[in-house]
């Protein structure tokens, strides 16, 4: 018998904060000052890690020379003067889906890959942190997604069983974390197209936050007519 929503627990950028496309510009931008033939394809493979894994990934594109704190300062530089002047766009749906999860009791988590320092404060400014029960930054696992350990981690904080949670996602690696995990994901796409292997390991592939919200309330309203 389904037990309902037991917990729900987001990843934050790419979910929450339509971020990715803009970290996605930053790299390009040191790509095209620095030579970096390729810089596109091998930052869309670090979506969804932290930042020890980020650092693999690049090594693995361009060798054990390449100057990733270098570069990566400078992404992260232009990054944040763009976010400390227009702040961070929130995805859609995101406000309604917490307050549906609120108002229905469900605990919500964040396992995010960022380190936790970032995303306590983005959270912050967003007026989004008091939504979450529990909130892992990428920073305090050993092992970065696709290793379920940060969805472990979020789901023991919160006291529930992985089987009983549901993942929201929308890399790759999340989808293989959370999957790992036990958990139920779904993955929203944002700068990745849902393949088949994502299908295969998420239990639904939804193209916005109010369509995750209306799936939620489907569940609530099938489980109060058993």
């Not at 404060?121 to 290793?147: C, N, T, W």
């Amino acid at each position: 018998m389904d037990k309902g929503i037991g917990a729900v627990v987001f990843d934050m950028d790419g979910v929450i904060f339509d971020s990715e496309r803009l970290i996605l510009v930053c790299w390009e931008k040191v790509g095209q000052k620095h030579g970096l033939v390729g810089i596109k394809e091998a930052a869309l493979d670090c979506i969804g890690t932290n930042a020890v894994k980020t650092k693999e990934i690049m090594k693995e594109h361009y060798g054990e020379e390449f100057h990733y704190e270098a570069y990566s300062k400078e992404a992260s530089v232009m990054f944040h003067e763009v976010v400390n002047r227009d702040g961070l766009p929130v995805k859609k749906g995101v406000r309604e889906l917490m307050e549906y999860l609120k108002a229905q009791s469900i605990p919500m988590a964040l396992a995010s890959s960022t380190r936790l320092q970032v995303v306590t404060q983005e959270l912050q400014q967003a007026g989004l942190y008091e939504y979450f029960r529990a909130v892992v930054g990428g920073d305090q696992l050993k092992r970065s997604k696709p290793a379920p350990d940060i969805y472990l981690a979020a789901c023991e904080k919160l006291g529930v069983e992985p089987a009983d949670a549901y993942a929201i996602e929308d890399s790759y690696n999340g989808i293989r974390a959370s999957h790992s995990a036990g958990m139920r994901p779904i993955m929203v796409p944002d700068l990745l197209p849902a393949t088949e292997e994502m299908y295969e390991k998420s239990i639904a592939v939804l193209d916005n936050l109010v369509m995750v919200k209306d799936f939620f309330k489907e569940i609530s309203r099938r489980k109060d007519t058993l």
